[in-house]
């Protein structure tokens, strides 16, 4: 029996768990790999290419005192127009010389400076610097972190965004402040937090060397057991980063070896699993092994719930006095609150404009674009250079992923004469998922059309589609992943599947229409290579996403004479969603990867198609882009027409 699309992603993650950290016998094994998990991590992240480090611009609100302690009420520009917020504990009276820090980071409070106010001043009264930092969504923040759980920005995911991105790019302008301070020590920085500022930390001192220890209290996850023990539904995203590479959590977290690494956890907390955390930290301390020094990976695993105990807190106090302070027989104390939400806010309800925080994801993610050739014989070269890159970057689990796709044949009717039009049926299964294939074999025909269906199609529908030009030709008619039924388009009432699918997607790098993508390279290996079409041209036809998996799949594959679309999205942004790719191109610019073969778009209402009209013209073959016609039947002739061998 056929597997689920979900149960297809929880297994995805299971392997990549399951080989994660495997295989290091020395440490120079790991460090032979550390260069590349980390380029992976930061590309993850949505960090790969960092934004210019402009002026902070801090503005002092205020000052405010109380027993054993100072703060003062900070803003600072994360990048110019975008204003972070942030209050800086100081003990009072300043001890001599330089200070530890901490940098913390903020859970789920409506207000981060107030909510967790009563650890700055904790940690400030135990002789550190610490800063506590509001959230892009936070306090008189207009910025936003949860995209996609709230099913406002699917974008995100084509531009390569995760919500943690923007968080953790607030928290590095964060730490320049800090580490700025004369009062503090750069070399001694820990990030800490709870629940979301427990990722938060996590991700940061990733994404920072300069942080020196890390203490995250219930908030790093795993992509296996958030989708085996549908954890996603409760957790945001700013927990998560988008996996392009496959990496378990537990690779990306041994980036921070030989550093101090603890982990909290409460055992009645139910956005974890037992198995998850404890499993996560035995595969991390593989690597502090191989430093010597595996014991400055730890998990402390309390009795409780979601969030702080005052144990949990007496530990990540602990773990800062002896790492950063070299005092861990410090008296331990608990937070107290101390001020009211009119006394620390920093905007009062009326942040400075212009303020550019709602527009971080646009402002921080790379927009790709692919160059037009001035020559025809320039063309070559750049589109080989942006192919190669969207395998490497966008693609790289098409081509790696071992997984063998089998294909069953399930019979053939017909005629045994060899003029005689004969019908296969392929039952075709990736990884314990089941696809369909439909072959109508055509044996005096030249060409061979292959037709892919949408997520609200069935090889029965789509052969209906192409009755009227596919009867005289060589037929095939696929079902890949995400359509028919295995569409995640088909939700029952009251349950978007759809959105859950493409927040499971970006934990293990694989959307539904990269699926699509994977499944054609699989088999169109297969058809190309059957004695039958030996010698033959192949087309493609594909409507909706399918007309982008063909698209995609052609540009890759230069074995495709020509591809015919219905109605393919106009862009990344609202539709046809692949994890990054518009850090490399656009649709328009896909659409021009298969120039000077002739391509069709038929209902495609992107405005005038003008670089892709220029980029025909300037190839000499304007004819070849045909972008008026309004029947798929017709289009199909054009192409053909255009790549019929001359005479």
């Not at 120079?28 to 980390?38: L, N």
């Not at 995203?237 to 990496?247: K, L, R």
């Not at 008619?477 to 970006?506: H, K, Y």
Request: overall charge negative.
């Amino acid at each position: 029996m056929s597997k689920t699309l979900w149960q297809h992603y929880i297994d995805v993650s299971k392997r990549f768990l399951d080989n994660s950290l495997t295989g290091l016998e020395r440490l120079e094994d790991w460090q032979a790999k550390r260069a590349e998990v980390r380029r992976h991590f930061m590309r993850s992240v949505g960090l790969d290419v960092l934004p210019s480090k402009t002026d902070l611009q801090v503005v002092n609100h205020g000052t405010l005192k109380g027993p054993g302690f100072r703060t003062e009420k900070l803003s600072f520009q994360i990048m110019p127009d975008c204003h972070g917020t942030c209050m800086v504990y100081y003990p009072d009276p300043l001890p001599a010389g330089k200070l530890p820090g901490v940098l913390y980071l903020c859970g789920h409070n409506p207000i981060g400076v107030h909510g967790y106010s009563k650890h700055g001043v904790l940690w400030s009264r135990r002789g550190y610097v610490c800063l506590v930092l509001d959230t892009i969504q936070q306090h008189d923040n207009p910025g936003m972190h949860s995209g996609l759980g709230l099913k406002r920005r699917y974008d995100w995911i084509s531009m390569g965004y995760p919500g943690s991105c923007g968080e953790v790019w607030n928290s590095i302008r964060a730490l320049d402040l800090l580490a700025g301070l004369p009062e503090v020590d750069p070399e001694r920085i820990g990030a800490t937090g709870t629940s979301g500022g427990g990722s938060l930390s996590f991700l940061t001192g990733l994404a920072d060397e300069r942080i020196a220890a890390v203490a995250s209290n219930c908030g790093v996850t795993t992509p296996y057991y958030t989708l085996a023990n549908r954890h996603i539904l409760s957790h945001c995203d700013c927990m998560y980063v988008q996996n392009v590479f496959q990496h378990d959590t537990s690779e990306f977290a041994a980036l921070l070896a030989p550093k101090p690494l603890l982990f909290c956890y409460g055992d009645e907390d139910g956005l974890f699993s037992h198995a998850e955390y404890r499993g996560m930290v035995e595969k991390i301390k593989t690597v502090y092994r191989l430093y010597g020094c595996e014991g400055k990976c730890e998990l402390f695993e309390y009795h409780g719930p979601h969030g702080y105990i005052p144990e949990s807190i007496d530990r990540c106090s602990r773990w800062f006095d002896e790492h950063l302070l070299g005092d861990p027989q410090r008296p331990l104390q608990q937070p107290e609150e101390i001020f009211n939400e009119p006394d620390i806010t920093i905007f009062n309800g009326k942040p400075p404009a212009p303020n550019r925080t709602a527009l971080l994801p646009e402002l921080i993610s790379p927009v790709g674009t692919v160059e037009l050739p001035r020559r025809p014989e320039d063309w070559p070269a750049l589109r080989s250079a942006t192919v190669e890159r969207l395998r490497r970057e966008v693609f790289p689990c098409i081509d790696s992923d071992p997984t063998v796709m089998q294909i069953e044949s399930l019979g053939d009717w017909g005629g045994k004469e060899p003029d005689a039009v004969r019908s296969f049926s392929y039952r075709p299964s990736f990884d314990g998922m089941h696809l369909w294939m439909q072959e109508r074999r055509v044996y005096a025909s030249r060409e061979v059309l292959i037709g892919v269906a949408d997520p609200r199609q069935n090889y029965r529908t789509l052969s209906h589609n192409m009755a009227d030009f596919g009867k005289d030709r060589h037929l095939f008619i696929i079902e890949p992943r995400g359509s028919s039924v295995t569409s995640t388009r088909e939700g029952s009432q009251g349950c978007d599947r759809d959105n859950f699918f493409l927040q499971a997607s970006t934990l293990v790098g694989m959307t539904p229409l990269m699926l699509m993508i994977q499944d054609l390279h699989h088999l169109l290996a297969y058809i190309t290579g059957l004695p039958e079409t030996a010698g033959k041209r192949f087309y493609l036809y594909g409507r909706g996403e399918a007309a982008a998996a063909c698209l995609y799949h052609a540009a890759m594959n230069e074995n495709i004479a020509g591809v015919v679309t219905e109605q393919l999205p106009p862009s990344h942004r609202n539709d046809a969603y692949i994890t990054g790719i518009l850090r490399v191109l656009d649709i328009e610019q896909a659409c021009g990867l298969l120039a000077p073969r002739p391509l069709a778009l038929v209902d495609h209402y992107a405005y005038k198609h003008i670089w892709l009209n220029r980029l025909y013209t300037r190839l000499g073959c304007p004819e070849r882009l045909i972008n008026k016609c309004q029947s798929v039947a017709v289009a199909m002739e054009d192409v053909i027409r255009l790549t019929a061998p001359a005479g």
